[in-house]
T-cell receptor, first 115, second 115 residues
């Protein structure tokens, strides 16, 4: 079984450009979570989605960030007008259920560098 | 709000030596606790988890962790470290509030192994 697939692995953007990060969950998983890892920090929760629904976006910055998980295709994390402070590793995780008894499976992440 | 503290930023041990990585948490209710390992450039892999019951939990790769409620700790141990264990280790506490499954991570402990 393929694991959680994220692409691209590395993404370089200039300030003001848009960044689009993709995540395909594991087969059979309908719950997707995005986390951000800043340098020297642990992962911070951003958003939780199910197919076509945002369930919890309490960790998402209010401006410039958006996420979707359409009926068909991967989940997308979109960052508009990127700034240097957006440079980080963005991890997607998936789960078959939204339950603490159902461990998260993480992708290898997308490393975003804003120049 | 819950929090996780990993007091040691970097630990170096010799191959074959024992290992203990410290983790302290702050959480109002019975915690759901996890240890994840991250190899360079990779995503996070679950080592073990504690929900309830036996306070000593066994994980993959020969790791174990002990939950001590009185000390609010969940330290990770391994009796004999292998060179392949060199990685970064994250302790996390799970929160089922806010309608979603969120993990709060510590900042991580980087483990170096001397041959």
């Amino acid at each position: 079984n393929a694991g959680v697939m994220q692409n691209p692995r590395h993404l370089v953007r200039r300030r003001g450009q848009e960044a689009r990060l993709r995540c395909s969950p594991m087969k059979g998983h309908s719950h997707v979570y995005w986390y951000r890892q800043l340098p020297e920090e642990g992962l911070k929760f951003m958003v939780y989605l199910q197919k076509e629904n945002i369930i919890d976006e309490s960790g998402m910055p209010k401006e410039r960030f958006s996420a979707e998980f359409p009926k068909e295709g991967p989940s997308i994390l979109r960052i508009q007008q990127v700034v240097r402070g957006d440079s980080a590793a963005y991890f997607c995780a998936s789960s078959p259920r939204d339950s603490l008894g159902s461990p998260l499976h993480f992708g290898n992440g997308t490393r975003l560098t804003v120049t | 709000a819950q929090s996780v503290t990993q007091p040691d930023i970097h630990i170096t041990v010799s191959e074959g030596a024992s290992l203990e990585l410290r983790c302290n948490y702050s959480y109002g209710a019975t915690p759901y606790l996890f240890w994840y390992v991250q190899s360079p450039g990779q995503g996070l892999q679950l080592l073990l988890k504690y929900f309830s019951g036996d306070t000593l939990v066994q994980g993959i790769k020969g790791f174990e962790a002990e939950f001590k409620r009185s000390q609010s700790s969940f330290n990770l141990r391994k009796p004999s470290v292998h060179w392949s264990d060199a990685a970064e280790y994250f302790c996390a506490v799970g929160n089922s509030g806010a309608g979603s499954y969120q993990l709060t991570f510590g900042k991580g402990t980087k483990l170096s192994v001397i041959p």
